[in-house]
């Protein structure tokens, strides 16, 4: 059966804070609101908007959270459409992670809490797009950590569950590892500490991208 590691985008194959930080914040300062503190911002990274905001704003109502969804949407599109966006660097090692990988016998996938412009950008402009067989976004999936889009990604690659590693920086990657039956690998250098990603279920956590090739190669 074939194997399949499927990653998460903003936190673990790129770098992306400081734009999400950045949209936000413009959010937040549409709607006359204080933004939330950068720590309290990356904490949300990887869920859909909508549950990202309602974190956020807990005590507000939908209707208030759907439209600051698209706030934010709006700002990010100008700030792409200004030319504006930070680098988004892949993390060190990534790429040569992805090459271990593929060299090892893996397929690759994507979950992510990014629509599919979004996620089409960061891979196009990082040139990596052809390495992913299979793409799953919040455009098609409800907000992680349902097993949505993981269990797509398997049903698409022809892979299993007990086949597959989800590898992620948050605690909502793991816990839709675990609700769809994956290999929860958790990595260090993202958003969530180690600590918040074992309470949530990773089997393994890598320090440095370069240990995944050897974490994944006895599954």
């Not at 950045?22 to 990356?42: L, Q």
């Not at 007990?162 to 250098?189: L, Q």
């Amino acid at each position: 059966m074939t194997r399949l590691a499927v990653f998460d985008c903003d936190g673990t194959l790129v770098d992306s804070q400081a734009n999400i930080c950045r949209a936000m914040e413009s959010c937040f300062a549409a709607h006359r609101m204080e933004p939330p503190d950068r720590a309290a911002i990356r904490g949300i990274v990887g869920l859909s908007l909508v549950p990202a905001i309602a974190r956020l704003l807990p005590d507000a109502d939908a209707a208030l959270h759907a439209a600051m969804a698209e706030e934010y949407k709006r700002a990010f599109f100008a700030m792409r459409s200004n030319n504006a966006l930070d680098p988004e660097p892949l993390f060190d090692g990534v790429a040569a992670a992805i090459d271990a990988l593929e060299g090892a016998g893996w397929l690759l996938g994507v979950a992510t809490g990014k629509s599919d412009r979004g996620l089409a950008a960061v891979l196009e402009h990082h040139g990596i797009r052809h390495r992913f067989v299979t793409l799953q976004t919040a455009d098609r999936h409800p907000s992680k950590p349902h097993p949505s889009m993981l269990e797509a990604a398997i049903a698409e690659a022809g892979s299993a569950a007990d086949r597959c590693a989800m590898i992620g920086d948050t605690s909502f990657d793991m816990a839709m590892a675990r609700a769809a039956g994956a290999h929860a690998i958790g990595v260090a250098w993202g958003y969530h500490s180690p600590g918040e990603l074992a309470d949530a279920g990773a089997h393994r956590v890598a320090a440095h991208a370069d240990q995944l090739a050897a974490m994944l190669e006895d599954l």
